[in-house]
């Protein structure tokens, strides 16, 4: 069985998956001619006994497969044997992500006794054939550095290397990580943004600003304590359910104090985000924490643009070498109606490339669906505003040794 991940997004794929065994002998059952076809509820009973059958430990659960099929957004997909009592053979599992345009190759899965026939190379023709269909632009997966057969195999098929993954699996084994483009390949303006995914929840916004100030300053260490030091500085928004999060002129000053040319662009000058804030007691407090931190942010010499952002925005930024960190609606991502902040990577005359520090477990999501994710332009211009006024808002930093190019917004004193 080829497992490129189990339900937790814990690689555990087996070196030996694509290669013929040469024990149990095969069952007439498993020479049979074989089909692959979209999975369905049905299915559920061979597919647990297929795990049975391949795995000791980590195996999906009955309801994982009920999952899958009914509520994840997903693709399963099985190889069942012709003329038999509806056995299966193996079966693929592709995740796409709301609001993104790359899909992950969650679990490959042939029967032991099943492999050396090409059903391994059938299901990755499905998954590649199931990313095109849902207009994905890339094919991603993980696979161990000991595993040559999958490797030959993925390479054998255009799928290219994009980075170590050191102690990746569960036995402290090493692994690869794999990328496929379906349609074209976008390179990013900055590809050596490192990811750091953040370990809160309202801490989105200083997990980007760390990725972006390593980016800029490679000797600088990511440090997680680093995380809530920056959270302490720059939130501005009070929150009685939970912590609150940052906002713009909050990380622009973390981000100054620690030597980086900052530039804060917003539609709209004023305290931020209070119009879904019903309490009025809440919204007082959430003014008074947004107007000191204004303060502090003019009297570091600081200003504001007040000025539309648009992918073209973002674009010429990155190609005047300042790295840009967006505010979005999560809604796109994982259907929540929140105020999230992602890095800007890369854009091209079709998309944005984003890591999103957002690793959600709910979603089955690893890094890897989180690095240089694909969003199409099309998506941007709802996906990057937020709430009833349509705030948009975005930090942008650079070096120091960098001189200022004149910009197209007018500054404002926030």
Same mark, same amino acid.
């Given at each position: 069985?080829?497992?490129?991940?189990?339900?937790?997004?814990?690689?555990?794929?087996?070196?030996?998956?694509?290669?013929?065994?040469?024990?149990?002998?095969?069952?007439?059952?498993?020479?049979?001619?074989?089909?692959?076809?979209?999975?369905?509820?049905?299915?559920?009973?061979?597919?647990?006994?297929?795990?049975?059958?391949?795995?000791?430990?980590?195996?999906?659960?009955?309801?994982?497969?009920?999952?899958?099929?009914?509520?994840?957004?997903?693709?399963?997909?099985?190889?069942?044997?012709?003329?038999?009592?509806?056995?299966?053979?193996?079966?693929?599992?592709?995740?796409?992500?709301?609001?993104?345009?790359?899909?992950?190759? /969650?679990?490959?899965?042939?029967?032991?006794?099943?492999?050396?026939?090409?059903?391994?190379?059938?299901?990755?023709?499905?998954?590649?054939?199931?990313?095109?269909?849902?207009?994905?632009?890339?094919?991603?997966?993980?696979?161990?550095?000991?595993?040559?057969?999958?490797?030959?195999? /993925?390479?054998?098929?255009?799928?290219?290397?994009?980075?170590?993954?050191?102690?990746?699996?569960?036995?402290?084994?090493?692994?690869?990580?794999?990328?496929?483009?379906?349609?074209?390949?976008?390179?990013?303006?900055?590809?050596?943004?490192?990811?750091?995914?953040?370990?809160?929840?309202?801490?989105?916004?200083?997990?980007?600003?760390?990725?972006?100030?390593?980016?800029?300053?490679?000797?600088?260490?990511?440090?997680?304590?680093?995380?809530?030091?920056?959270?302490?500085?720059?939130?501005?928004?009070?929150?009685?359910?939970?912590?609150?999060?940052?906002?713009?002129?909050?990380?622009?000053?973390?981000?100054?104090?620690?030597?980086?040319?900052?530039?804060?662009?917003?539609?709209?000058?004023?305290?931020?985000?209070?119009?879904?804030?019903?309490?009025?007691?809440?919204?007082?407090?959430?003014?008074?924490?947004?107007?000191?931190?204004?303060?502090?942010?003019?009297?570091?010499?600081?200003?504001?643009?007040?000025?539309?952002?648009?992918?073209?925005?973002?674009?010429?930024?990155?190609?005047?070498?300042?790295?840009?960190?967006?505010?979005?609606?999560?809604?796109?991502?994982?259907?929540?109606?929140?105020?999230?902040?992602?890095?800007?990577?890369?854009?091209?005359?079709?998309?944005?490339?984003?890591?999103?520090?957002?690793?959600?477990?709910?979603?089955?999501?690893?890094?890897?669906?989180?690095?240089?994710?694909?969003?199409?332009?099309?998506?941007?211009?709802?996906?990057?505003?937020?709430?009833?006024?349509?705030?948009?808002?975005?930090?942008?930093?650079?070096?120091?040794?960098?001189?200022?190019?004149?910009?197209?917004?007018?500054?404002?004193?926030?």
């Amino acid at each position: 069985m080829v497992r490129l991940s189990d339900a937790k997004g814990v690689p555990t794929m087996s070196a030996n998956a694509l290669q013929t065994p040469t024990t149990p002998a095969p069952t007439p059952r498993h020479r049979a001619p074989f089909a692959i076809r979209a999975g369905r509820l049905a299915d559920i009973p061979a597919l647990v006994r297929l795990e049975e059958t391949c795995f000791e430990t980590d195996r999906l659960s009955r309801r994982s497969f009920h999952h899958m099929l009914t509520k994840a957004k997903a693709s399963l997909f099985v190889a069942q044997a012709e003329g038999t009592d509806g056995e299966l053979l193996g079966y693929g599992i592709v995740l796409f992500h709301l609001g993104t345009a790359l899909a992950r190759l /969650y679990s490959l899965a042939v029967h032991p006794e099943a492999r050396g026939r090409g059903i391994g190379v059938r299901l990755l023709d499905y998954a590649e054939a199931e990313t095109r269909a849902h207009d994905c632009v890339a094919l991603r997966l993980e696979v161990r550095t000991d595993n040559a057969a999958a490797i030959a195999l /993925y390479e054998s098929r255009g799928y290219r290397r994009l980075a170590p993954l050191p102690h990746y699996y569960e036995d402290e084994s090493d692994g690869w990580r794999y990328e496929k483009r379906m349609k074209f390949s976008p390179a990013p303006s900055v590809p050596q943004v490192p990811y750091y995914h953040q370990t809160t929840d309202f801490t989105c916004g200083p997990a980007c600003l760390m990725m972006a100030m390593s980016a800029l300053d490679p000797a600088r260490p990511i440090d997680p304590d680093d995380e809530i030091r920056i959270w302490r500085e720059a939130t501005t928004i009070f929150m009685t359910s939970g912590h609150g999060g940052c906002g713009p002129f909050g990380l622009s000053l973390a981000a100054h104090r620690r030597g980086f040319q900052v530039r804060t662009i917003v539609t709209r000058s004023g305290p931020l985000f209070l119009e879904s804030v019903r309490s009025v007691e809440k919204k007082r407090i959430m003014e008074r924490a947004q107007a000191s931190v204004r303060a502090d942010f003019r009297a570091a010499g600081l200003k504001a643009e007040i000025a539309p952002i648009t992918a073209d925005t973002l674009k010429q930024a990155l190609d005047d070498g300042w790295i840009p960190i967006l505010l979005i609606s999560s809604y796109r991502f994982n259907a929540e109606k929140v105020p999230h902040w992602i890095v800007v990577t890369g854009v091209d005359d079709r998309f944005l490339l984003v890591h999103d520090p957002d690793m959600d477990d709910d979603l089955l999501k690893t890094d890897v669906d989180c690095v240089h994710v694909p969003v199409p332009r099309s998506a941007f211009d709802s996906m990057a505003r937020y709430g009833r006024s349509r705030l948009q808002a975005a930090v942008l930093l650079r070096g120091k040794a960098t001189v200022r190019k004149k910009t197209a917004g007018k500054e404002h004193d926030a």
